[in-house]
Nanobody
Framework: QVQLVESGGASVQAGGSLRLSCAASGRTGQYDYAVAWFRQTPGKEREFVAVLNWNDRYYVDSVKGRFTISSDTRKNTVYLQMNNLKPEDTAVYYC????????????????????WGQGTQVTVSS
């Protein structure tokens, strides 16, 4: 089992920045993992934001050029640097992980991920 814990969510003004962290623990050494960030607002489905899949990085169009996903393998932590935040970025942000090269993996789909964190709230005011 792998446990994921997000942190770094806060309330900020539009144009501000935040860095979210996703710390992994448990059987992290057994596999290499694809790690993604999703976000969700009330009444809506969880939306893909970014993924770090081996050496590849993909982003939803609405955050390209503003968000950056990165990792520190020594700390078993994946980060989401969010710059130039907009009110529409307001959501609960979740990190998710699954072993690399999992059968049927589609980085956009929530069902592709085996492990999820509890979420961290990001609120951007205008």
């Amino acid at each position: 089992q792998v446990q994921l814990v997000e942190s770094g969510g806060a309330s900020v003004q539009a144009g501000g920045s935040l860095r979210l962290s996703c710390a992994a623990s448990g059987r992290t050494g057994q596999y290499d993992y694809a790690v993604a960030w999703f976000r969700q607002t009330p009444g809506k489905e969880r939306e893909f934001v970014a993924v770090l899949n081996w050496n590849d990085r993909y982003y939803v169009d609405s955050v390209k050029g503003r968000f950056t996903i990165s990792s520190d393998t020594r700390k078993n932590t994946v980060y989401l640097q969010m710059n130039n935040l907009k009110p529409e970025d307001t959501a609960v942000y979740y990190c998710a992980a699954t072993p690399l090269f999992s059968a049927g993996y589609d980085y956009l789909r929530t069902t592709s991920y085996s492990y999820w964190g509890q979420g961290t709230q990001v609120t951007v005011s205008s």
